[in-house]
DNA sequence: CAGTTGACAGTCC
DNA sequence: GGGACTGCCAACT
């Protein structure tokens, strides 16, 4: 799948909802990597991260959603210790700013695990 | 049909 | 380095 969507062809829709080319983008990042809400929305030709994250919330249940986190370098707001767990089972280079016992105190190296669909 | 919401991003202070 | 404001896009009420 190198070109599932056509951002500008403006002559074919995307095979897809939105939601569904969504999912398809995040079950493809593979694990020990990320991809920012905007590289998501970038990949598929949009620019709404946000409406990335809210598809997320609807249908990221049954996908790997912490493997998306945001530009922050942060893992999804309210998900902070349950993608910590996941991050740590795929070896997910992180990078603590502050003590271990609370939830935020890490952020994710981007510079280290960000991934993107052509790489 | 218009307003509100939301697992966000980029820029300015 | 962090906090506040604005802009985006798609779904919900």
């Known amino acids: 799948m190198d070109a599932p969507l056509r951002p500008s062809a403006g ?3 995307a095979p897809l909802d939105f939601g569904g080319a969504v999912l398809l983008v995040v079950a493809e ?16 030709g949009s620019r709404g ?6 598809v997320m919330a609807l249908e990221g249940s049954s996908l790997p959603w ?27 280079p992180l990078r603590w700013t502050g003590p271990r016992g609370e939830p935020d105190a890490y952020r994710l190296d981007l510079a280290a695990c960000r991934w993107a669909p052509a790489d």
Do not use: C, S
């Open 66 to 92: 912490w493997r998306v986190v945001r530009a922050d370098a942060r893992p999804p707001a309210g998900h902070e210790a349950e993608a910590l767990e996941h991050y740590e089972q795929e070896a997910t």
């Open 11 to 13: 002559d074919e829709p």
């Open 49 to 54: 991260a946000r409406a990335v994250g809210r």
């Open 29 to 44: 990042i593979p694990p020990g990597r990320v991809m920012t809400y905007g590289d998501v929305a970038a990949a598929l």
